[in-house]
């Protein structure tokens, strides 16, 4: 699987994927072998294989955050924002990050208590929600602009305020196609 990431990152794409289908040959239970595949599939804007990857590598395993991370950039790139969101949110409920927060929010919380340990990939699931809900809240605000804009009427300007300035403090693009640490640098193998 070493030679598909490999030419994975020399985007020779059709030879990593042969790496993989080969892997998959030999061991059809192996999780990242889905999970790199996928993330090959989505390099070449095959978001149909790649989720169809991602989720075979999440039913081998439950807990293979890496997948559910990625399963849930596919659906995010694609506008499904609520199975996006879905996903994410059942992995958090799932890894218990949430219990890890909680406790560091607790206000009789010493300062000076031990670090509580946790997963780094679950965390990063509190920050794919926020990210994609970002998303999510932006192109429904261009919506709006839409349906007024195509009305030949003037929105409501206190929103129009609102939406671009929080537009401007924070904003993420999910993207496929420029090395972002979103989706193709970052898809996790």
């Known amino acids: 699987m070493g030679r598909a990431e490999t030419y994975f990152h020399l985007r020779e794409f059709v030879r990593a994927q042969y790496d993989y289908n080969t892997a998959l040959d030999y061991d059809p239970n192996l999780k990242e072998?889905?999970?790199n595949r996928g993330v090959v599939f989505a390099a070449q804007y095959d978001f149909a294989r790649a989720e169809a990857d991602f989720q075979r590598a999440i039913e081998l395993d439950g807990t293979y955050l890496v997948a559910v991370s990625n399963l849930a950039m596919i659906r995010?790139?694609?506008g499904d924002y609520r199975g996006a969101l879905s996903v994410l949110e059942d992995a958090v409920v799932a890894s218990g990050i949430d219990g890890v927060i909680a406790e560091y929010a607790d206000p009789e919380r010493p300062d000076n208590?031990?670090?509580?340990?946790f997963d780094p990939l679950a965390a990063?699931?509190?920050a794919l929600l926020g990210i994609i809900s970002e998303a999510q809240a932006r192109d429904q605000?261009?919506?709006y602009l839409y349906l007024y804009n195509e009305s030949q009427q003037f929105p409501d300007q206190r929103i129009a305020d609102v939406a671009g300035a929080l537009d401007s403090r924070f904003t993420f693009d999910l993207r496929l196609d420029d090395g972002s640490w979103l989706i193709l640098d970052d898809f996790l193998s």
């Open 33 to 35: 072998a889905f999970n």
């Open 76 to 78: 995010a790139a694609q």
């Open 113 to 117: 208590a031990t670090p509580i340990p």
């Open 124 to 126: 990063r699931l509190y």
């Open 141 to 143: 605000f261009n919506a």
